[in-house]
């Protein structure tokens, strides 16, 4: 009889809530959105995401997932509070997941994390850090007037050093395959789908640069090395023979 009478007030409880228009929320799924993607090898590699309410980028929350069947499946390895912009190779085995300003390392293919926030002189924003060998890193910060200095650690970033590099900007990308050899491109302010940029190459670990193609000037354009305006410039790799590639939003590859 009780449990009847408890039936029989669900029942009336769920038809009152329905006719005043009252509903439970639907719980909605997270959506995962890739932002940087990197491998150590064809089968294993990271991926970089943020985790959405909407399809529209609302991102509050980040992810690092773990492949090891050459991206045909991921597992979460790594929660964030932010969104987890870049992942980048170290070593063999070590990789760095960076997450607004907030750096995390693996030293076992991605299985475990830990903090690491290590970063020159004393910036609070950490950056891209280029890593040709497990300890020697560069990295690019900008100072007074928008000049680019650029960093190099020999010692997985315990101690940094310092040298001037060859531009003013508002944004640079870094990539070093090499010790000796490394690209910049340095970037412009951005607007209606168009920003300025210009490609610089060292093959004596930063200490000269050469410029290469470049793309420049909204209201009297500019362009050599087939170049164009049009894109922000979203990342640089390239390989020690020079092939590279550089990847833009708003724009193409």
């Not at 009847?4 to 439970?24: D, F």
């Not at 980048?88 to 990789?95: I, L, N, R």
């Not at 991605?110 to 560069?138: C, K, M, N, Q, Y």
């Not at 990539?175 to 491109?185: E, K, V």
Request: a positive charge; aromatic letters at 8%; one cysteine or more.
């Amino acid at each position: 009889m009780r449990l009847a009478l408890r039936a029989g007030l669900v029942a009336v409880v769920a038809a009152v809530a329905v006719q005043s228009g009252a509903a439970a929320p639907a719980r909605t799924r997270p959506i995962t959105t890739p932002l940087s993607v990197v491998f150590w090898s064809p089968n294993d590699g990271l991926l970089g995401a943020g985790v959405c309410r909407t399809r529209k980028y609302e991102c509050g929350h980040g992810a690092v997932e773990l492949t090891t069947d050459g991206g045909r499946t991921y597992r979460v390895v790594l929660r964030t509070g932010s969104p987890v912009t870049q992942v980048q190779t170290v070593g063999p085995e070590d990789a760095v997941a960076i997450a607004r300003g907030h750096a995390w390392r693996t030293l076992d293919g991605g299985r475990t994390w830990h903090r690491w926030d290590e970063h020159p002189g004393g910036s609070a924003e950490l950056a891209e850090v280029s890593w040709p060998t497990a300890r020697l890193g560069f990295t690019t910060i900008l100072g007074v007037h928008g000049h680019v200095f650029l960093w190099s650690t020999q010692d997985a970033g315990r101690t940094w050093q310092k040298r001037r590099g060859p531009c003013q900007a508002t944004g640079v990308l870094v990539s070093f395959p090499t010790p000796r050899d490394g690209w910049l491109a340095c970037l412009g302010e951005g607007g209606a789908g168009n920003e300025d940029k210009a490609i610089f190459r060292t093959q004596d670990g930063g200490r000269t640069w050469r410029a290469g193609a470049f793309a420049e000037g909204m209201n009297n354009p500019r362009e050599r090395g087939g170049l164009s305006l049009t894109g922000y410039p979203a990342g640089i790799a390239f390989a020690p023979n020079g092939f590279g590639l550089m990847w833009e939003s708003h724009g193409t590859v």
